[in-house]
């Protein structure tokens, strides 16, 4: 009896195993986040007017920022192909050039990646400011939005 | 097996252990707020990061514990080993939901979201939903080795979601930020951290003894009432 219990455990836990595997092994072909600028320009026509998501670098000295009409422009990059993104709203306060960003919207025919919703995308490095150096209270901005600042 | 049989942790020693925790708990969060500067890039709110990483630490170890006690469960057949397992996904799932929030308001000012449907995000909600149905199908057992046996199978099956929880941000593209480690952290800010980690620890520790005991209580108390209804009909 004992013996058919470490079985029937023993079991579970290679299907437990197994379902990790094919789930896994599945899913790492298939989920797909974001595109990359290069990825994206490959499939050009095939996705014109599609929702999806783009992920690159800004590219420094791209970015155009007009706060008076609301509108946002810079050049997204993966080192390889750069694509044009337009985006409405105001940036995260952490946005800025060389910084890692994903963006939501549709690539156009004209070429042009249409974002409505741009996401910063931090790295997982942290160091204290350098003698002179002034972190920025990247939640104030939200505090001042609130405010209708 | 009757309840009388089922070991119970010391009082006095879970109520020593209660002290060093909250002393070791203040401590951590002291220096994380106070010690340790703020991240040059992020401001104040990276400190999230001391209680943000502990909290999705212990929902993993949390759920570990449940998996380990599932099978030795259905080996054995000894209660004790399904009431650990409770006791584990109840703090698991309060961790993880803590790490689920606070993850939140930290991406809010960084990202410039509250949410999105990255593979760290959904993998980690899914994993939420895999113990709230865990205790939901407790529930709506009537027979405690009946629910035991049941609990035990969601209790290894569902553990598959926790190594891809982690593994989500190496294996697919995300929009958080890959696992920091004393490579991408400076000094400082990882000896904080690792107090942190203990002090979230030693709290599970503690919270483990005092969901146990209230398990076992509660345990007594539908033993007692299934003894009495014994042939009738309720």
């Known amino acids: ?149 | 097996m009757t309840i009388t049989d089922l070991p119970q942790p010391n009082p006095g020693r879970a109520r020593l252990l209660g002290t060093a925790t909250l002393l070791v708990v203040a401590a951590g969060s002291a220096a994380g707020l106070f010690l340790v500067p703020a991240d040059a890039l992020q401001g104040e709110v990276q400190r999230l990061l001391y209680v943000h990483v502990p909290a999705a630490w212990l929902a993993m170890l949390s759920f570990f514990v449940v998996f380990v006690m599932s099978v030795l469960y259905l080996i054995q057949r000894d209660p004790k080993w399904d009431l650990l397992a409770v006791s584990a996904a109840e703090i698991g799932i309060v961790f993880t939901a803590l790490a689920l929030v606070l993850g939140s308001l930290w991406g809010k000012p960084t990202w410039g979201v509250w949410w999105t449907w990255d593979p760290r995000l959904t993998t980690t909600a899914i994993m939420l939903m895999i113990y709230v149905g865990y205790l939901v199908v407790r529930s709506f057992a009537d027979d405690p080795e009946k629910r035991a046996r049941w609990s035990a199978i969601i209790g290894i099956i569902g553990f598959v979601d926790v190594p891809i929880v982690y593994l989500s941000v190496l294996w697919w593209r995300t929009l958080h930020q890959p696992p920091s480690s004393p490579r991408s952290m400076a000094g400082e800010f990882v000896y904080v951290l690792l107090l942190n980690v203990a002090a979230f620890t030693l709290l599970y520790v503690y919270l483990m003894l005092r969901r146990y005991r209230l398990a076992v209580a509660e345990r007594h108390v539908e033993e007692l009432r299934l003894t009495r209804d014994d042939g009738r009909i309720t």
């Open chain 1, 1 to 149: 009896m004992n013996r058919r219990r470490v079985w029937i455990g023993l079991g579970l836990v290679a299907i437990a195993g197994a379902i990790t595997l094919l789930v896994a092994g599945g899913l790492r072909e298939n989920v797909v986040y974001f595109l990359t600028p290069t990825e994206l320009e490959a499939k050009g026509a095939e996705v014109y007017g599609a929702p999806l998501r783009l992920g690159g670098q800004v590219k420094p000295e791209s970015v155009d920022w007009n706060p008076d009409v609301g509108r946002l422009f810079f050049v997204i990059t993966d080192g390889e192909t750069e694509l044009p993104v337009e985006s409405s709203g105001a940036p995260p306060a952490m946005f800025s050039e060389g910084m890692g960003v994903v963006v939501e919207g549709s690539y156009r025919e004209d070429g042009v990646f249409r974002s409505h919703n741009v996401m910063v995308k931090h790295s997982n490095e942290y160091r204290p400011p350098k003698e002179g150096e002034h972190p920025r209270e990247v939640y104030r901005s939200l505090i001042d939005e609130e405010a209708g600042g």
